[in-house]
């Protein structure tokens, strides 16, 4: 195992509702970052925190946001839910800087109807 | 930006052969090349990863070898068994100094027959 924890495990929503999804990092790693996987596809990158601040973003909407603690732990927000928002979620972590190994937590399974 | 193509989709093979998964990549800045495996319902799992100053990579039974001029990197498993059943992605990454995000191939199913 990793040591990257990811709550909950399965959430199902409504169209239009807001979620929030919970990532606790491995132990010292200062970087998070954020997938979205739909199925069948391979994970896609939605945004990195580092140091409590986004660094990085990929191709996702304003209403995909997120925050990182000072204890490492990070929250991916989703507002106005849609029906393609159906997905896993991962987090991964990682030491930052030059180290570029990344460890994904379990993922949470997010159904929106 | 990048973007990584992966082939084939599925792939089957007896045990005891051999399996090769193949991935290119477009942007020349990108610098490292992990492969995770994912088992069905659970997390990716990295299972070897190379770098760009480096050819070919061995470990146990997995290898991965890495052509920078051609874009490409391939996965390599040899005496396959059965628990090696599972979905391999390749992925790349740039390097520190943008978000180091990976950006990630469609992945392979891989099947091993008994």
């Known amino acids: 195992e990793t040591g990257v924890t990811q709550s909950p495990t399965h959430l199902i929503k409504t169209r239009g509702q807001q979620v929030t999804l919970r990532c606790s990092s491995q132990s010292g790693h200062n970087t998070v970052s954020w997938y979205q996987q739909a199925l069948g596809q391979g994970p896609q990158f939605i945004f990195q925190y580092y140091r409590e601040e986004e660094n990085g973003r990929g191709n996702f909407p304003p209403r995909f946001s997120g925050l990182q603690f000072p204890n490492y732990s990070s929250e991916l927000n989703v507002n106005a839910l849609e029906l393609d928002d159906s997905a896993l979620y991962l987090c991964?972590?990682?030491?930052?800087?030059?180290?570029?190994?990344?460890?994904f937590g379990p993922g949470t399974r997010l159904l929106v109807l | 930006g990048e973007n990584v193509e992966q082939h084939p989709s599925t792939l089957s093979v007896q045990e005891g052969d051999s399996a090769v998964i193949k991935c290119t990549y477009s942007d020349s800045a990108s610098n490292y090349f992990p492969w995770y495996k994912q088992e069905l319902g659970k997390r990716p799992q990295l299972i070897i990863d190379?770098?760009?100053?480096?050819g070919e990579k061995k470990d146990q039974r997995i290898a991965v070898t890495l052509n920078k001029t051609a874009k490409h990197f391939s996965l390599h498993i040899t005496e396959t068994q059965p628990e090696d059943s599972a979905v391999y992605f390749c992925?790349?990454?740039?390097?520190?100094?943008?978000?180091?995000?990976?950006?990630f191939g469609s992945g392979t199913q891989l099947t091993v027959l008994p």
């Open positions: 190379i770098r760009s100053n480096v």
């Open positions: 991964a972590s990682r030491l930052g800087g030059a180290r570029e190994t990344q460890y």
């Open positions: 992925a790349a990454s740039k390097p520190p100094g943008s978000a180091r995000q990976l950006t």
